[in-house]
C-alpha cells in the first residue's frame, strides 16, 4: 500500500468546487506532523507541477494560477492533507497528487495513483 493515498477527484462543470483528500494510512500522527506538504497536478502531456504547500505550522503557498481559488490545509489527528478547488477552469483538469517534501521542495516518498479532476461543461 502507497504511503500516501489521495481521493476525491471527481467530473465538474467549470466554476465548481471539489475538496480532495490525501491520507497517510501507513503512517504515524509523530512522523506525520512534522512533514511539508504538498499537491501536485499533471495535466495530459505536462509535467507535474507542485500547486500548494503547507508546512507543519500550517504556513501556506501557492502556484499563481490557482492562488485565491485553491485552498490547502492539514489535520495531523487524521494523518489528512486536503485540497479545497473552487472556481474550478478547464485548465485545472489534471491528475492530483500529494506528497511530503524534503527541505529543498523535492518530493519525498513514491507517487500514489493520484486522483481525476475534470472540468469540463
Known amino acids: 500500500q502507497a504511503q500516501l493515498v489521495e481521493s476525491g477527484g471527481a467530473l465538474v462543470q467549470p466554476g465548481g468546487s471539489l475538496e480532495l483528500s490525501c491520507r497517510a494510512p501507513r503512517m504515524i500522527v509523530s512522523v506525520f506532523s512534522p512533514l511539508l506538504m504538498g499537491w501536485y497536478r499533471q495535466a495530459p502531456g505536462k509535467e507535474r507541477e507542485l500547486v500548494a504547500t503547507?508546512?507543519?505550522?500550517?504556513?501556506?503557498s501557492y502556484t499563481d494560477s490557482v492562488k485565491d481559488r485553491f485552498t490547502i490545509s492539514r489535520d495531523n489527528s487524521r494523518k489528512t492533507v486536503y485540497l479545497q478547488l473552487n472556481n474550478l477552469l478547464p485548465e485545472d483538469t489534471a491528475v492530483y497528487y500529494c506528497n511530503a517534501l524534503t527541505t529543498s521542495k523535492q518530493p519525498t516518498y513514491n507517487w500514489g495513483r493520484g486522483t481525476q479532476v475534470t472540468v469540463s461543461s
Open positions: 503547507i508546512t507543519p505550522g500550517r504556513i501556506t
